[in-house]
């Protein structure tokens, strides 16, 4: 399987072979500010072609992330549209959105102006810098996000709680100011609803046309992809063979959380409805089935149980991409 941003992922347990993407790819410098669609998607295909010599097959399941799941997305119709869609076993898809129609304030907020603004902020800079993205982010949920700490570190004095996740995603990465522009423009037209309208290594992009095994995971809670957007995006895949997972919590929480954990539950189905709302209503919810979680052992083995996906959610990916992914 090769994962692309989406690095924190470790099926490796299920019989899964994991080849996340070099750190350089994910955080470039302004050296790479050229670095745009083409670019990323040459990555992907470069990256496949080392996947499959070092495992001596030709098939390869794709995971990828956020925008991350964008580019894999392209990349896919790319490799249909010129016949090699067959290198791909199975393409994951977690918390992307590639329907910008209900993508949420941020989407909403900026229009033209706004986005050539911030493309030439990126470009003078050469990339954009991952905490003014960071920024962006937290103030879609001000409250939780930006009052709370406010209030905790510097009214109150007090040091922040340790979080093993808001932690780790203090960790940001920069985004090359090409890819930034691709992102932003692509972004503000929803190029990708329309065929042809944006294109992946000069071959125009029809997402529709994508015949590759789906699996799409959203989150409910989501501030930053919401999951009626992810679910939109969903529908614009062509493939007959899709599952989508709505998981409980948020952008990172819905695809990070300890195995057993009582309050983590998802739904799943086809997209076959085309109302969210309506599919969510309809949709069962299925509790973590990962056993209980004991609360003794070392702090490291603690770490490590917090920073695994749920086991449940884990089988059901296996039990949904078959070998060679798994062999659970």
């Known amino acids: 399987m090769l994962n692309l941003i989406g690095a924190f992922v470790d099926l490796g347990d299920l019989g899964v072979a994991h080849h996340p993407l070099d750190r350089e790819v994910t955080d470039p410098t302004a050296e790479h500010r050229n670095w745009g669609f083409d670019t990323y998607g040459q990555a992907i295909l470069n990256a496949l072609d080392a996947v499959e010599k070092i495992t001596q097959t030709d098939r390869t399941h794709l995971q990828a992330s956020c925008s991350g799941g964008i580019l894999a997305a392209m990349t896919a119709a790319h490799l249909n549209a010129t016949g090699e869609g067959d290198r791909l076993a199975g393409l994951t898809l977690m918390v992307t959105v590639l329907d910008q129609r209900k993508a949420g304030f941020a989407a909403a907020a900026i229009d033209e102006e706004a986005a050539n603004i911030a493309i030439a ?37 007090k040091s922040p709680a340790a979080f093993d996740v808001l932690y780790w995603n203090a960790d940001t990465t920069r985004m090359a100011a090409a890819l930034h522009r691709d992102m932003v423009t692509m972004g503000v037209h929803n190029s990708l609803v329309t065929p042809g309208a944006v294109s992946m290594l000069r071959t125009p992009v029809d997402l529709n046309q994508l015949t590759t095994d789906t699996y799409v995971v959203a989150g409910i809670a989501d501030h930053i992809s919401p999951w009626q957007a992810c679910f939109l995006s969903a529908r614009l895949l062509g493939t007959k063979n899709l599952r989508f997972v709505l998981s409980s919590s948020g952008h990172i929480a819905s695809l ?24 969510v209503e309809s949709a069962e919810p299925h509790k973590d089935r ?39």
């Open 256 to 279: 990070v959380n300890p195995p057993g954990n009582p309050r983590a539950s998802y739904r799943l189905g086809d997209v076959d409805e085309p109302d969210p709302e309506f599919w």
């Open 290 to 328: 990962g056993g209980r979680t004991s609360s003794h052992g070392s702090a490291s083995a603690a770490a490590r149980r917090r920073t695994r996906p749920s086991r449940s959610v884990a089988r059901e990916w296996c039990r949904w991409n078959p070998p060679p992914a798994c062999t659970y």
């Open 121 to 157: 902020l990126s470009a003078r800079k050469g990339y954009l810098d991952g905490r003014s993205l960071a920024e962006v982010f937290a103030w879609l949920r001000p409250t939780d996000l930006v009052w709370r700490y406010w209030v905790n570190n510097y009214v109150e004095g």
